[in-house]
């Protein structure tokens, strides 16, 4: 391909970079998915229509010029629950004092102010908790009125207007879906997005509600950010096609000792099913206004690979801080050493997943093991709907993974699984010729050269999706003709 900027990362793991101030350019963003950001991220919480668009174009544009297919996350808000605003513009609150919270549009005082979410209200109970200011303030219930609610400062500060709050004790009867969300959603499928990041999920009628919206134009990712989904995990986990642990809101409405045994029983539930999980929010916070992270921040993102995360994600640092090139390549740099780490592979190793019950999960899991006994460059899974790639993901191999499909969509959507290397190929029509494609491929991505083996996997009816039934060795030499032809 005339032009091709050939992108073969030296990991398995992948970076999710989010877009902003700092990094809206054509330029900035090629510069960005050069030194390792796999998925950009589209924050419908900032910005406007206009110029997720743009940032879109650039992307295209880029995946076009390179021949790498890059994966777009559109993350929409969800409901922002906020207090009113003071006739001074803020108070102080007190320890120990009286303040209430009411349904009255009338500037408050250090008294009380405005909650224009009567949900709130209708479920609450005397002696729970409401977080204000990402839990920098805390007020305690004492009495539910019909209108009111009349709490106890139990933790004081300055409290200004419009400051968000939050509500871990209790669910709230409020869709994750709000109205600017769903313009926001149709935009994002209209404009061709891969992966819808939905907020504010706490229970898994949210998950349904969003996948009837959705209709399969893209993939639902649950960012998991409220304690009360937590209860229903499994399901909720199971209802997405990928999640995120977002430690943003979960960490004001979790206790601070709570939060890493959250991230840990996320990232194991999501791999045990088979869907790619993303560790999100203050990897490294620092490199907002710094070139480098703290030790902290780079033990965190190693640690997040020595749990099993497909993905790790940058937020403020790529959108809005001052070396987005820098922490893009930092995180590349942690990623890549943890992964040449003996340490981590033993780790990897030592916790195998029990294939799934179904023929393609006990493929994919030989897929692995025939590799790993052939010492194969390679597996390559043809897979038109992601699932073939997904399950061998899902088990870690050794050998890169090759995920061949004649769909660009779901190309671009594996650009978020670990280990995958996406290449959007025409279609085959049989297992030779799919043999012989996935042996071309291999040898022209780098995978693979004259001499060596990899391991093929596909399904017969070949463009159906859900047949996985087929397992190949094959040796890549060189025929009368030149091409690469041998087959085990």
């Given at each position: 391909?005339?032009?091709?900027?050939?992108?073969?990362?030296?990991?398995?793991?992948?970076v999710?970079?989010?877009?902003?101030p700092?990094?809206?350019?054509?330029e900035?963003?090629?510069?960005?998915?050069?030194?390792?950001?796999?998925?950009?991220?589209?924050?419908?919480?900032?910005?406007?229509?206009?110029?997720?668009?743009?940032?879109?174009?650039?992307?295209?544009a880029?995946?076009?010029?390179?021949?790498?297919?890059?994966?777009?996350?559109?993350?929409?808000?969800?409901?922002?629950?906020?207090?009113?605003?003071?006739?001074?513009?803020?108070?102080?609150?007190?320890?120990?004092?009286?303040?209430?919270?009411?349904?009255?549009?009338?500037?408050?005082?250090?008294?009380?102010?405005?909650l224009?979410?009567?949900?709130?209200?209708?479920?609450?109970?005397?002696?729970?908790?409401?977080?204000?200011?990402?839990?920098?303030?805390?007020?305690?219930?004492d009495?539910?009125?019909?209108?009111?609610?009349?709490?106890?400062?139990?933790?004081a500060?300055?409290?200004?207007?419009?400051?968000?709050?939050?509500?871990?004790?209790v669910?709230?009867?409020?869709?994750a879906?709000?109205?600017?969300?769903?313009?926001?959603?149709?935009?994002?499928?209209?404009?061709?997005?891969?992966?819808?990041?939905?907020?504010?999920?706490?229970?898994?009628?949210?998950?349904?509600?969003a996948?009837?919206?959705?209709?399969?134009?893209?993939?639902?990712?649950?960012?998991?950010?409220?304690?009360?989904?937590?209860?229903?995990?499994?399901?909720?986990?199971?209802?997405?096609?990928?999640?995120?642990?977002?430690?943003?809101?979960?960490?004001?409405?979790l206790?601070?000792?709570?939060?890493?045994l959250?991230?840990r029983?996320?990232?194991?539930?999501?791999?045990?099913?088979?869907k790619?999980?993303?560790?999100?929010?203050?990897?490294?916070?620092?490199?907002?206004?710094?070139?480098?992270?703290?030790?902290?921040?780079?033990?965190?993102?190693?640690g997040?690979?020595?749990?099993?995360?497909?993905?790790?994600?940058?937020?403020?640092?790529?959108?809005?801080?001052?070396?987005?090139?820098?922490?893009?390549?930092?995180?590349?740099r942690?990623l890549?050493?943890?992964?040449?780490?003996?340490?981590?592979r033993?780790?990897?190793?030592?916790?195998?997943?029990?294939?799934?019950?179904?023929?393609?999960?006990?493929?994919?899991?030989?897929?692995r093991?025939?590799?790993?006994?052939?010492?194969?460059?390679?597996?390559?899974?043809?897979?038109?709907?992601?699932s073939?790639?997904?399950?061998?993901?899902?088990?870690?191999?050794?050998?890169?993974?090759?995920?061949?499909t004649?769909?660009?969509?779901?190309?671009?959507?594996?650009?978020?699984?670990?280990?995958?290397?996406?290449?959007?190929?025409?279609?085959?029509?049989?297992?030779?010729?799919?043999?012989?494609g996935?042996?071309?491929?291999?040898?022209?991505e780098?995978?693979?050269?004259?001499?060596?083996?990899?391991?093929?996997?596909?399904?017969?009816?070949?463009?159906?999706?859900?047949?996985?039934?087929?397992?190949?060795?094959a040796?890549?030499?060189?025929?009368?003709?030149?091409?690469?032809?041998?087959?085990?």
């Open positions: 391909m005339p032009g091709r900027h050939h992108i073969l990362r030296r990991r398995r793991a992948k999710v970079a989010t877009l902003g700092a990094s809206s350019s054509a900035m963003i090629e510069t960005l998915h050069k030194a390792g950001a796999d998925v950009f991220r589209l924050n419908f919480s900032h910005g406007d229509h206009a110029d997720h668009a743009r940032n879109l174009g650039y992307i295209r880029l995946e076009k010029k390179t021949g790498h297919p890059i994966g777009v996350l559109a993350d929409v808000q969800g409901p922002k629950l906020r207090v009113g605003r003071f006739s001074n513009g803020h108070v102080i609150l007190q320890k120990g004092q009286a303040f209430r919270l009411d349904l009255s549009p009338m500037p408050g005082d250090v008294g009380r102010v405005q224009p979410h009567p949900e709130i209200i209708a479920a609450a109970t005397p002696g729970m908790n409401l977080l204000i200011d990402d839990g920098k303030l805390k007020l305690r219930v009495h539910v009125r019909s209108d009111h609610l009349e709490c106890t400062v139990v933790v500060g300055r409290l200004s207007d419009r400051k968000g709050v939050n509500v871990p004790d669910i709230l009867p409020i869709p879906l709000t109205r600017k969300d769903r313009e926001d959603l149709a935009f994002a499928l209209e404009a061709g997005v891969d992966f819808v990041g939905l907020s504010f999920v706490q229970r898994p009628e949210d998950v349904i509600e996948r009837e919206l959705v209709a399969g134009r893209a993939w639902i990712l649950t960012k998991l950010e409220k304690p009360q989904a937590l209860v229903n995990l499994d399901e909720i986990i199971a209802l997405s096609d990928a999640v995120m642990v977002a430690r943003g809101d979960l960490g004001v409405e206790p601070a000792e709570e939060v890493p959250a991230q029983r996320i990232v194991r539930k999501a791999r045990e099913l088979g790619p999980v993303i560790v999100a929010t203050q990897m490294m916070e620092s490199m907002i206004s710094s070139p480098t992270p703290t030790r902290a921040e780079a033990s965190d993102v190693a997040a690979l020595f749990e099993g995360a497909d993905a790790v994600m940058l937020s403020a640092e790529t959108a809005a801080g001052q070396y987005p090139l820098e922490a893009v390549d930092m995180m590349d942690i890549t050493r943890v992964e040449r780490d003996s340490e981590w033993q780790t990897m190793d030592e916790r195998p997943l029990a294939p799934e019950t179904t023929s393609a999960g006990a493929i994919a899991a030989a897929a093991q025939v590799a790993d006994s052939a010492g194969a460059k390679a597996i390559v899974a043809f897979s038109h709907g992601g073939t790639a997904l399950r061998i993901s899902r088990q870690r191999p050794t050998a890169p993974i090759l995920g061949l004649p769909v660009m969509e779901t190309a671009r959507r594996l650009a978020l699984a670990w280990g995958v290397h996406a290449v959007k190929i025409e279609p085959h029509e049989t297992m030779t010729a799919a043999v012989q996935a042996l071309d491929v291999a040898r022209r780098g995978f693979a050269t004259w001499g060596d083996e990899i391991v093929v996997t596909a399904g017969i009816p070949f463009n159906t999706p859900g047949t996985t039934n087929a397992l190949r060795v040796t890549l030499t060189r025929s009368p003709r030149g091409a690469a032809d041998q087959e085990n």
